[in-house]
């Protein structure tokens, strides 16, 4: 309940302040290290990404992104699977047509439920782990593609698209965090008054 009233309030705020851009998507990034102390409240372990577009269809890679199926999805692809009957009709044998379930060999398709690591525990407030930026580098963009990123901060999201052959481009209010960028990453940088 929760989550679908959210998302819905997610979409018509969009729709309402940020008309130039359509909103595609909410996804839950559920963490695999949340805040460890929430005081009286349950301890927080997810957030919302909203993908907000500028175009109707922007570029979605789901191949690039696939992941393993779960183990239930493996073993029930061993077994074929009746085409198109209610349980009922299947139990009482009046169907005997199959349909043959194959498992993509690329893996599952991406879902809206996402578990990385908060950060990549380095010392900058907020910095992601390497492996979220990434994920949605290559769900988003092809190489050579330009990738931007507004607040930088220690500039992952940048060495993400580095390391997969994007074009990128950052900017950072906080001298200190664009040097631990130049430092760690070895990003170029440049200032501007
Ligand atoms: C949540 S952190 C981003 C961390 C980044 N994703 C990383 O992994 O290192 C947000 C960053 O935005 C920077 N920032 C805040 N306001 C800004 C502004 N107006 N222009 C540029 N950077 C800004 C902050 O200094 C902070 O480093």
Same mark, same amino acid.
């Given at each position: 309940?929760?989550?679908?009233?959210?998302?819905?309030?997610?979409?018509?705020?969009?729709?309402?302040?940020?008309?130039?851009?359509?909103?595609?998507?909410?996804?839950?990034?559920?963490? @695999? *290290?949340?805040?460890? &102390?929430?005081?009286? #409240?349950?301890?927080?372990?997810? %957030? $919302?990404?909203?993908?907000?577009?500028?175009?109707?269809?922007?570029?979605?890679?789901?191949?690039?992104?696939?992941?393993?199926?779960?183990?239930?999805?493996?073993?029930?692809?061993?077994?074929?699977? @009746? *085409?198109?009957?209610? &349980?009922?009709?299947? #139990?009482?044998?009046?169907?005997? %047509? $199959?349909?043959?379930?194959?498992?993509?060999?690329?893996?599952?398709?991406?879902?809206?439920?996402?578990?990385?690591?908060?950060?990549?525990?380095?010392?900058?407030?907020?910095?992601?782990?390497?492996?979220?930026?990434?994920?949605?580098?290559?769900?988003?963009?092809?190489?050579?593609?330009?990738?931007?990123?507004?607040?930088?901060?220690?500039?992952?999201?940048?060495?993400?698209?580095?390391?997969?052959?994007?074009?990128?481009?950052?900017?950072?209010?906080?001298?200190?965090?664009?040097?631990?960028?130049?430092?760690?990453?070895?990003?170029?940088?440049?200032?501007?008054?």
């Amino acid at each position: 309940m929760w989550l679908s009233l959210l998302s819905y309030w997610h979409k018509r705020y969009m729709t309402i302040k940020l008309e130039r851009y359509k909103y595609q998507d909410c996804i839950i990034w559920a963490k @695999k *290290n949340g805040a460890p &102390n929430a005081g009286r #409240r349950r301890a927080n372990y997810f %957030e $919302y990404i909203l993908h907000l577009s500028k175009t109707l269809k922007p570029k979605w890679n789901p191949d690039a992104i696939r992941t393993p199926y779960p183990e239930v999805s493996v073993k029930r692809a061993k077994s074929p699977i @009746k *085409n198109n009957v209610s &349980n009922r009709e299947s #139990r009482n044998g009046a169907i005997t %047509e $199959y349909k043959e379930w194959k498992l993509n060999p690329l893996g599952s398709y991406p879902k809206n439920l996402i578990f990385f690591p908060k950060d990549s525990g380095k010392n900058h407030i907020a910095s992601y782990h390497i492996d979220l930026p990434s994920h949605f580098i290559k769900a988003h963009s092809d190489i050579n593609d330009l990738v931007v990123d507004p607040f930088a901060g220690r500039g992952t999201t940048l060495q993400a698209a580095k390391l997969l052959s994007r074009r990128f481009l950052g900017f950072e209010i906080k001298p200190e965090h664009v040097l631990m960028a130049s430092q760690e990453y070895g990003l170029e940088s440049s200032t501007s008054p």
